[in-house]
């Protein structure tokens, strides 16, 4: 058996590995249980926009602020089981200033209300230092306006918490909260207590004095308690919204939009219906126009999309109209690929080559091609995806990344293998039918 047929034989199993890999994709991506990641447009449910004061944060730490502010929000939000909720933070500049916001969305949630209640009025906890050596230590509603405009900030806030806890006093059997801060908060409040022995340093919560104990002694431990008078139940949502809402800075509602999931789902069938139509129009252009590469080439596009649905899902990848429009267009990219290959294959069969090796001379010259048109979509996609502060751009830019390196993969690979296993070697009437183009006889 000589090695031409051998290496035949190889490439003839390679190909149908192909081929089973391709339809067992297909299998999983259309009736496997792992669901696609919907994204608000798609799925329907709430857009919340908050903006974030940190007018009292020193502009090194704004950043870190907002991030802390990131997790804190959705770790709330986790608590109450929303499915797939998208917090992200965006800056915008207006007027010269820098304007923070937090982007809430969750997706299923159409009612407003309980989306806004189920982020809640999440805590701002302050530690602030008496402006005099003794003060009222009376800290009902009724004087908290006073007694806050006789406290001043320290850089101790919730930012530094690291956990709460509910304990009893072992003399009142009262409930207390038990707060333990980071290794930063720490130090900030080991600094505070040592330099104000004999003074108070009151624990404000969303500005209102809820503890005002005095300072007998430094405190190096990191522990703080606040003892407020709670019932259990009180202190028990104390502790449960510090540990899930210490937020590092205060934020204010400013936008909402519902988004019905009757127009999410209209929404999700337009996109489907969209890009099957296209992915049919492209098909049928190659079949009538390239003819057997054109069917080598719509067996590789199905092995394409079912790789990349296959990747959305295992990511997962948040699908939304505009990844969806980043997903049809990286098909364009795919079928240009395939369009440079066969042009040049019909350039060396033109040439007098063999069908094997304008197969192969085809693939080989068509690749300088592919590679600096792919390259410059996948610096303009990591671009957009470095630098985007929307989650809609950041969405397309990675679904058009990961589309287009998997059509260099399925072009090069898929394509090539297909083609050589067909084992087409002499040139007749017929073959040369097969492998023309257009109008060409």
């Known amino acids: ?124 906890l302050e530690f602030r230092i008496a402006a005099t050596s003794s003060l009222a230590t009376d800290a009902s509603s009724s004087a908290s306006t006073t007694l806050a405009s006789m406290f001043v900030a320290t850089p101790l806030t919730g930012r530094f918490l690291d956990r709460a806890s509910l304990d009893f006093d072992q003399n009142t059997h009262q409930p207390i909260v038990s707060l333990q801060f980071n290794a930063e908060g720490k130090k900030l409040f080991a600094d505070i207590t040592t330099a104000n022995v004999g003074k108070q340093v009151a624990i404000f919560l969303d500005g209102r004095p809820i503890s005002v104990p005095t300072v007998r002694e430094p405190i190096t431990d990191g522990k703080a308690v606040i003892s407020g008078g709670f019932t259990p139940t009180e202190a028990s949502t104390l502790v449960r919204n510090l540990n899930y809402g210490a937020l590092p800075v205060p934020i204010n509602l400013i936008g909402t939009e519902t988004i019905g999931a009757s127009l999410g789902v209209n929404a999700l069938h337009t996109s489907v219906y969209a890009g099957i139509i296209g992915f049919l129009l492209i098909a049928l252009f190659l079949l009538l126009w390239y003819r057997l590469p054109g069917v080598v080439a719509v067996v590789s596009l199905g092995i394409y999309v079912a790789i990349n649905l296959t990747i959305f899902k295992l990511i997962p990848v948040t699908l939304t109209s505009a990844g969806l429009a980043g997903f049809i267009l990286s098909i364009g990219m795919a079928v240009d ?79 090539r293998t297909l083609l050589r296993a067909l084992g087409f070697k002499k040139k007749n009437a017929f073959i040369h039918f097969l492998f023309s183009n257009g109008i060409s006889k």
């Open 337 to 415: 690929a395939n369009i440079l290959i066969f042009e040049r294959m019909k350039e060396e069969l033109k040439r007098g080559l063999s069908l094997e090796d304008a197969i192969r001379e085809g693939f080989a010259r068509a690749w300088n091609s592919i590679r600096d048109s792919n390259l410059s979509s996948i610096i303009t996609a990591v671009i957009l995806y470095s630098f985007a502060t929307s989650a809609l751009i950041k969405g397309f830019a990675l679904v058009f990344l990961i589309g287009v390196l998997v059509s260099m993969f399925t072009a090069i690979t898929v394509s």
């Open 1 to 124: 058996m000589s090695v031409i047929y051998i290496n035949m034989i190889k490439l003839r199993a390679f190909a149908i590995f192909l081929l089973i890999v391709g339809i067992a994709l297909g299998y999983f991506v259309y009736l496997g249980s792992w669901p696609f990641k919907l994204g608000l447009d798609l799925n329907g449910g709430t857009h919340l926009v908050y903006q974030a004061d940190v007018s009292k944060i020193q502009s090194g730490d704004v950043d870190s602020a907002m991030q802390s502010l990131r997790d804190v929000i959705e770790n709330r939000i986790n608590v109450f089981g929303v499915a797939e909720p998208l917090v992200q933070t965006e800056t915008a500049n207006i007027s010269g200033q820098s304007v923070h916001k937090l982007i809430v969305e969750l997706p299923g949630v159409t009612d407003t209300n309980k989306a806004i209640e189920m982020i809640g009025q999440t805590p701002v």
